[in-house]
């Protein structure tokens, strides 16, 4: 893996499931350049402390590689928040990355994969837990190639030092196949201009059985109705 090659990737459709705690941005939200959201950003925050939360750490994203509009947030959120508690598989928190599969189903095993994790660890008791929601987008970038390499399913060690030599080197990211659902690929983008017009689909739930998750439902159906799905040892 110390010099994959580099790839055109144009997925029209990529996948990411998210958290639902987390409302919209306004700031990347909004019609302004973003060359101008440091002096917005400032001014709003003399009568607004808590947008500094928010907004998160501009300086992480280049200006040449902010994006801005309707939706923005999604693109932007996974890298001016970012923390060394939250590793992610290429990055050991000092920089973000956004994930995303090239199916539904990549990103709900990807995601069910960490979320379990998590309730392990916390100890949670059985019952459906926090609501996800599910982000269509695209991705349009060249990215190193790392779909032939093995990667390792409980270490982020390797994948880590390589993200941050890669990102150092000038790459927007990298595309590999899925470590949770083989039959798929995954993304990780080192900018957010490397995707672009995401939309909201559905709300998910996720069940937790005490060691597993079991189940995912689709909210919203119209008239407070739910679909109930089993997530089978694969992931599907």
Request: glycine share 8%.
């Amino acid at each position: 893996m110390s010099n994959p090659a580099l790839v055109d990737l144009s997925w029209p459709r990529a996948v990411r499931i998210i958290r639902s705690q987390f409302p919209p941005i306004d700031l990347f939200e909004d019609v302004a350049d973003p060359r101008d959201w440091p002096l917005i950003n400032a001014a709003e925050m003399k009568t607004n402390p808590r947008l500094a939360l928010s907004v998160g750490n501009l300086d992480l994203v280049p200006v040449d590689r902010r994006v801005g509009g309707h939706n923005a947030s999604y693109l932007m959120a996974p890298f001016t928040h970012v923390s060394t508690d939250r590793p992610t598989r290429f990055s050991d928190g000092s920089f973000g990355v956004l994930y995303a599969g090239d199916s539904f189903e990549v990103a709900l095993a990807e995601t069910v994969f960490h979320h379990a994790r998590f309730m392990v660890a916390t100890n949670e008791p059985a019952g459906w837990t926090s609501q996800f929601r599910e982000l269509v987008l695209a991705v349009e970038a060249r990215l190193h190639d790392l779909r032939g390499e093995p990667l390792d399913p409980s270490s982020y060690e390797a994948t880590q030092a390589l993200g941050a030599a890669l990102r150092a080197g000038g790459s927007d990211g990298v595309v590999y196949r899925s470590v949770r659902w083989p039959q798929g690929e995954c993304v990780g983008l080192f900018y957010p201009d490397c995707a672009r017009s995401p939309i909201q689909g559905r709300h998910l739930d996720y069940h937790w059985d005490g060691k597993r998750v079991d189940l995912y439902r689709v909210l919203g159906l119209g008239e407070g109705k739910s679909e109930v799905f089993r997530i089978f040892d694969d992931g599907h």
